[in-house]
């Protein structure tokens, strides 16, 4: 079977690589790797030709075969029927769906037909190995783990975060950065590296002194100096991790051009390097002369931070340090070992911990009591955030921008949306205020959960929003709504609204229904009419310029139950795609 395998693919591949340049151009969303899966089965299950297909090779190879061999069943459920469907559309358009095909429009129709069953095949398959990962991921917690805390985590109340132009300011005072950059700078330009060790002694000497570091006169136990500056190689890694090290050849390597700016003039710029190193925290977990101690305490700089942060941002070291003693015993069997060594060696295991957080900026220590800085704050966010773990955090309202309102309001309960929009409003003149909601609605178009969060906030605030709405006329995404609500205040000399606007207003009610779920739109789809009245809001519809209109109009094709508006929907798509060309 493997030589049959291989013997397909290599057959396969100069129409895969085709096709993929191909679908750049005119199906740029496909997934190659998934239509490369497909192709290789149908030519090994139902076809010799791999340029025939029939309406029942699709069955065959999406429902009977595929949940068998895919992979990656979530990316499957996903993509794998548009990607079948682009594929076999170039097969079609560039004269290779061979004799004895069924015609390209009964495969579409067969592709539509079983499309909800191969996603239902795959979400199965997703479920499946979830379940297997959730009894794996309970056997292999460690003490750095975040899983175990994710109720803790979820319950915590909201969590304010400073503004990106104040987070700058300390990421740029972020002493292990400036020595990761002093350090890159040393290396300089194609400086040559060993394979065993990274420096020679006198280069050990030199970075060290670059560093502020004081020089061990040797190794453990009278070995190498490079086994006896673990501290170097953190901020060595540290240097790579910020892309201001980068291999040049074999054993070689060069500073960035950029390092010797840091720190850099753009905020963005400061905090997108802030974060690339922030994985680094995992550099402060000790360091012992036994390999198996050591990765007994691996993990203790995340376990520091998640407890400091489920105290609300700060926690007596000595509660701390009783905690941690208790959980490296529990997580490993040499844990209690461990943690002797390392207060031997260190004097408390948490001083190591502790100065890489201090020098990463994300943690202060004053009279006993670890704090996180704003800082330190934002980056456990993140981490937290990385393992798909719920928290609640927000910009601090006096920090929080219009988009920031909008995109959170918009998925909060209304009352606690309310009481955020009216601790917003508190800072804010109301007609500058809804200047400002509408600035951020109209930066996206394509955006209508936005849109229409923006409206229904400019609207509660009546007549002192007016200049806003004149302003928004001129805004495509924003007219409908702007024209309706200075219609409903009785603005004299305002524009009517029109029945593209009103259009408008629908297409973007139907975008927000059909994020919801197919039970949704279809309910949203009711509400319109009936069958009638839809049929006859689809003949004309097509002409409003809507960014989403081809997909919702494709969705109306497939979901809605009357045939009659299924038909109607596609022959609108036409017209649409049509009028594209």
């Known amino acids: 079977m493997t030589d049959r395998i291989e013997a397909a693919a290599a057959e396969l591949r100069p129409l895969l690589q085709e096709f993929i340049l191909w679908a750049r151009e005119n199906a740029p969303g496909s997934d190659s790797n998934l239509v490369g899966s497909v192709a290789l089965w149908h030519r090994l299950t139902a076809s010799d030709d791999v340029g025939r297909w029939k309406r029942a090779d699709l069955r065959t190879v999406l429902l009977d075969r595929m949940p068998q061999v895919v992979e990656d069943p979530e990316a499957a459920a996903e993509g794998m029927v548009p990607a079948v469907r682009a594929y076999l559309t170039y097969l079609s358009e560039t004269g290779r769906l061979a004799k004895g095909s069924a015609p390209l429009q009964d495969l579409l129709t067969e592709l539509d037909r079983i499309e909800d069953d191969v996603v239902d095949a795959m979400e199965d398959l997703v479920t499946e190995d979830g379940d297997d990962y959730d009894e794996d991921e309970d056997d292999s917690e460690g003490l750095g783990d975040f899983e175990p805390f994710a109720d803790d985590l979820a319950a915590l109340p909201t969590i304010r975060l400073r503004p990106d132009s104040e987070l700058a300011v300390a990421a740029r005072r972020t002493v292990l950065i400036g020595k990761a950059r002093d350090l890159a700078v040393w290396v300089g330009t194609e400086r040559r590296v060993g394979e065993e060790n990274l420096l020679t002694d006198d280069e050990i000497t030199e970075a060290l002194a670059v560093l502020g570091f004081p020089a061990p006169s040797g190794g453990a136990d009278g070995g190498p100096l490079a086994d006896a500056v673990p501290a170097l190689w953190n901020v060595w890694n540290l240097a790579i991790d910020l892309d201001f090290l980068q291999p040049e050849g074999e054993d070689t390597v060069s500073v960035d051009a950029d390092t010797a700016e840091w720190p850099f003039e753009d905020d963005d710029d400061v905090l997108d390097a802030w974060l690339t190193g922030l994985h680094s925290v995992d550099y402060g977990d000790p360091e012992l002369d036994d390999e198996e101690a050591t990765i007994a305490l691996s993990g203790l700089t995340r376990a520091l931070l998640v407890r400091v942060l489920l105290a609300r941002g700060s926690k ?26 390392a207060s031997q060696l260190y004097g408390d295991p948490l001083n190591p911990v502790l100065d890489w957080l201090s020098g990463y900026g994300m943690v202060e220590v004053e ?32 920090a929080m921008t219009a988009l920031d309102l909008l995109s959170f309001s918009a998925e909060l309960p209304e009352e606690e949306a309310d009481a955020e929009f009216a601790a917003w409003m508190e800072l804010r003149e109301p007609g500058q205020a809804a200047k400002e909601l509408l600035r951020a609605a109209a930066e996206d178009d394509a955006d209508a959960l936005v849109r229409v969060q923006a409206a229904s906030l400019v609207g509660s605030l009546g007549e002192v929003a007016v200049p806003a709405w004149w302003d928004a006329l001129d805004e495509p995404s924003l007219r409908p709504y702007a024209a309706t609500h200075l219609a409903q205040l009785g603005i004299d000399d305002a524009p009517p609204p029109t029945q593209a606007d009103t259009h408008w207003l629908i297409l973007d ?23 009638q009245t839809l049929v006859t809001l689809l003949d004309v519809i097509w002409k409003v310029p809507h960014p989403h209109l081809e997909e ?14 299924g038909k109607a929907a596609k022959r609108a798509l036409f017209k649409v795609r049509s009028d594209h060309n």
């Open 316 to 341: 007596p070291l000595a509660e701390l340090r009783t905690e941690l003693a208790e959980a490296a015993a529990e997580y490993d069997d040499l844990g209690a070992e461990a943690w002797a060594a």
């Open 367 to 398: 009279h006993e009591q670890v704090r996180l800085t704003p800082l330190g704050m934002e980056g456990v966010v993140h981490l937290v955030d990385d393992e798909d773990i719920e928290l609640d955090a927000r910009p601090a309202i006096d």
């Open 509 to 531: 009610m139907l975008t927000i229904s059909a994020g919801l779920g197919r039970p949704e739109f279809v309910s949203s789809l009711d509400d319109i009419g009936p069958a």
């Open 552 to 565: 919702l109009l494709e969705a109306i094709g497939k979901a809605h139950p009357d045939r009659q508006v």
